[in-house]
């Protein structure tokens, strides 16, 4: 059972697909976008997957190797 709300789990896959999308549009790999974010490759996976609640820390990691402003990923 899942702690978050119907909204905040279709939030979470929202923010994972645009992370996925930007990922993609590089051209990377979840293993080299984890590996140059000093992020585990799991993680990342399940951020994509919207299962995990990222953090501003994590997202700010991801938003500067995806050369994306954070607003960019979690504003819709």
């Not at 994972?16 to 590089?26: A, C, T």
């Not at 994590?58 to 190797?65: C, D, H, Q, S, Y």
Request: hydrophobic content about 35%; proline content about 3%.
């Amino acid at each position: 059972m899942s702690p978050y709300s119907e909204q905040d789990q279709e939030y979470l896959r929202k923010i994972g697909l645009r992370i996925r999308d930007l990922r993609l549009k590089i051209d990377y790999s979840q293993d080299r976008l984890a590996f140059e974010s000093g992020l585990d490759r799991t993680y990342v996976g399940s951020v994509e997957r919207g299962e995990r609640n990222l953090s501003l820390i994590n997202l700010r990691r991801l938003a500067i190797i995806l050369k994306a402003n954070p607003n960019d990923i979690i504003e819709f």
